[in-house]
């Protein structure tokens, strides 16, 4: 079941939020089975300040598509470097309403411990849906790392302020490495296995290309970078919104 907390109206109200959550995240292993992975990803259109969430849920191992989900909704909060998740949670909490299969793991596009709060988005979404989480960044957002080989499978501990909070990782051989951290309810170690299960052919992981593809046709993740022109939008209700579903392989689509 879905959690949710106030979405906060200030960087202030936002902070207050990740010091209390970030000591529900779970940094151990408690994968068991594994059947379906999901990505998750959102785009904007920054004309109308919409955000477009969408969900795919994929086979596992094989990574066959099972289902997806695109919800539209008010963009929730401005984009502020360290709080990305108050900006797209929200609307990714909507469209996994909207998937009738569950998954057992979720590869985000972004960070998890890898934060200067150690609540990253993936941490965040993590605690708030009780599934594990894993945070699969292409750029790093803070720590430092030495060198990583260039053969796939290579990689080295992200290291902030003398703690582990991830790891640079080469999914393909001669590829730049991304960004993988815990989320919630795995270990590192586990996260960079998934990982690399999940990205059989290019340097991201299928997840993320799948959901990446229906989030694009907005803006892409340049929406990312769009800063808000003004309170007013921060304030904009995320409920009633009208969804229709169709087939487990169509879109869910307002």
């Known amino acids: ?56 849920i994929l086979s596992f191992p094989d990574l066959k598509l099972q289902q997806q989900a695109v919800v539209r909704s008010p963009t929730a909060f401005p984009y502020v470097p360290g709080f990305l998740s108050f900006r ?92 993988v951290s815990i989320g919630h309810k795995v270990n590192l170690i586990s996260a960079i296995e998934y990982v690399l299960l999940c990205t059989p052919r290019y340097r991201l992981p299928e997840t993320t290309r799948s959901a990446d593809h229906l989030t694009s046709p907005i803006t892409g993740k340049p929406g990312r970078q769009q800063k808000m022109k003004s309170k007013k939008t921060k304030k904009t209700s995320l409920f009633g919104l009208l969804i229709f579903e169709v087939s487990p392989l169509s879109q869910k689509i307002l």
């Open 1 to 56: 079941m879905l959690q949710r907390h106030p979405w906060p109206q200030t960087i202030e109200e936002a902070i207050a939020i990740q010091e209390q959550l970030r000591s529900s995240v779970i940094t151990e292993n408690q994968l068991l089975t594994v059947r379906y992975v999901a990505g998750v990803d959102v785009g904007y259109d920054s004309i109308d300040d919409v955000s477009r969430a969408a969900v795919t």
């Open 88 to 179: 797209e949670v929200p609307a990714v909490l909507d469209a996994l309403e909207n998937i009738s299969l569950r998954p057992d793991l979720i590869l985000c596009d972004g960070q998890g411990l890898a934060h200067p709060r150690r609540f990253g988005l993936a941490c965040h979404l993590g605690v708030l849906t009780g599934i594990a989480t894993i945070g699969v960044a292409k750029t790093r957002f803070m720590g430092e790392h030495s060198e990583v080989g260039l053969d796939l499978g290579s990689w080295q501990p992200l290291l902030h302020e003398g703690s582990t909070v991830g790891a640079a990782l080469r999914t393909q051989t001669g590829v730049k490495p991304i960004y």
